[in-house]
């Protein structure tokens, strides 16, 4: 195997097509439930989703064909960062003692810090060319939100964003990177929405959520006829773009003849980041014969894959969104403030929240304070500080590692470093004067909320 420290592609090897895991899960034996009307509860058509998205990422969101193509203007835009390096992690190897070849992607290199313009940039691309004029969106750590507002910037769209409350507090620098693209930014729950102000009439210290969020930028999109809606995770066609994400993490591994991982990790929240990364590796597994292991992280503060259950369920805190089958904890499940405001989601991907009832991945919580633990140890040796949510695939992977210390088994573990930590000091100065909490959720208080899950037939 090569001693390379790093892989990297050039702009010519970067993919031209993204990759729809919806023409291979047929498969693997799974079938996609139907995204439900809020109001009927029937099966939703494009024009019950034309007030908040352009028809083209309408078409992606249903699609079936196994790749579609990447339009040339946001290839030229892509290059601004992509391809991501793919590292092989010798120093931390070193540094925990083990025998295992661990590698990681790092998303870190856009000019958001994060993987998120990797769908900001198409979804912006598609309402210019439907003539959209402006977009509102959720964010949670500011990752998304910032992504977007890069986004808008180069196509020439207004954006707004509503910042989860929490997040917006602790985070200013995010705020201050989305103004600087020239994004307006609110915290929310806001007194701009219907959605908003009944959140605050009821819970006038609400941390927010991004459901709660996800309600206000929703509600403002389906008012205004000038105004489209963009998410940043969850959703087919967010996850599809993410794909270059795993596509050219096998394109490098195959480079430099690396061994097929044995594990592969990536944290979850709604789905985007361990979706692009994943999804690529899982398909290999469905029709390319191959056995690696899939795990996905998520906070035991929003534990929807570990603790939720299997169900139809809002997107959102004030029922306005289609109705989606997928792992929830309940639309109106409020995480604690936990640092990584990019997971903090009650739900997850109907996509992924499919392949993990058909077993085909595997899913784990963990406290906070343990993924820091895990993050110092990484940053110390290799030298870059990771944000708080791909410090829970850091923490997998660090139990992988030490397993294989234990056992002597030489193994492949490849995770996706999705972004920077540069925007979360404020999180490692709790964690260095020992001020972060653990927050554990009673099954009572999650089944209080899992009562409210609406009634499907």
């Not at 960062?81 to 870190?108: D, N």
């Not at 794909?243 to 592969?264: C, H, N, R, Y």
């Not at 789905?271 to 990364?277: M, W």
Request: hydrophobic residues 40%; contains cysteine; proline residues 7%.
């Amino acid at each position: 195997m090569s001693a390379l420290t790093k892989v990297v592609l050039s702009e010519r090897d970067m993919p031209t097509h993204w990759y729809n895991i919806s023409a291979d899960l047929p498969a693997a034996g799974i079938t996609l439930p139907p995204p439900l009307h809020p109001g009927t509860g029937q099966p939703i058509g494009p024009a019950d989703l034309a007030p908040l998205f352009p028809m083209a990422l309408i078409e992606q969101e249903v699609s079936t064909e196994r790749y579609i193509e990447i339009p040339d203007e946001v290839q030229d835009i892509y290059k601004l960062w992509r391809p991501t390096p793919l590292y092989r992690a010798y120093h931390w190897e070193k540094a925990l003692g083990t025998p295992a070849k661990i590698y990681y992607k790092y998303e870190g290199t856009s000019p958001a810090g994060s993987h998120k313009p990797n769908t900001a940039v198409p979804q912006a691309y598609y309402n210019k060319e439907a003539g959209v004029k402006r977009l509102t969106t959720e964010t949670g750590a500011g990752q998304w939100g910032s992504a977007l507002s890069f986004a808008c910037q180069m196509f020439g769209i207004e954006c707004k964003v509503y910042m989860v409350k929490v997040s917006y507090e602790q985070k200013p620098y995010r705020k201050l990177m989305m103004q600087t693209w020239g994004a307006t930014v609110v915290p929310s729950p806001s007194n701009q929405t219907h959605a908003g102000r009944t959140i605050l009439a009821a819970t006038p210290d609400s941390t927010g959520s991004l459901g709660i969020a996800i309600s206000e930028a929703v509600e403002e999109a389906a008012t205004r006829d000038d105004t489209k809606y963009a998410l940043g995770s969850v959703l087919n066609h967010v996850l599809l773009h993410q794909t270059v994400i795993g596509q050219e993490s096998i394109k490098q591994l195959e480079m430099i003849g690396a061994d097929w991982p044995d594990v592969i990790v990536a944290c979850a929240g709604g789905g985007s980041n361990f979706g692009g990364f994943a999804f690529p590796f899982i398909r290999e597994n469905i029709v390319g014969g191959r056995h690696a292991r899939i795990v996905a992280v998520e906070p035991a503060a929003a534990p929807s894959l570990t603790r939720g259950v299997y169900a139809y369920d809002f997107g959102d805190t004030a029922q306005t969104t289609p109705l989606l089958k997928m792992h929830t904890l309940g639309h109106d499940f409020v995480p604690a403030p936990i640092h990584a405001g990019g997971l903090r989601y009650h739900g997850m991907s109907a996509q992924i929240s499919a392949l993990k009832e058909a077993g085909l991945i595997e899913a784990v919580n963990v406290q906070q304070r343990a993924i820091f633990d895990a993050a110092l140890s990484f940053t110390r040796a290799e030298g870059i500080l990771p944000a708080p949510e791909p410090s829970h695939a850091i923490w997998q992977t660090m139990q992988e590692a030490l397993k294989c210390k234990e056992s002597g088994e030489s193994k492949t573990i490849v995770f996706n470093l999705c972004g920077h930590g540069h925007f979360d000091l404020g999180a490692y100065e709790a964690y260095l004067n020992n001020k972060l909490e653990d927050f554990d959720y009673p099954t009572e208080a999650l089944q209080k909320s899992l009562d409210h899950l609406p009634k499907v037939a």
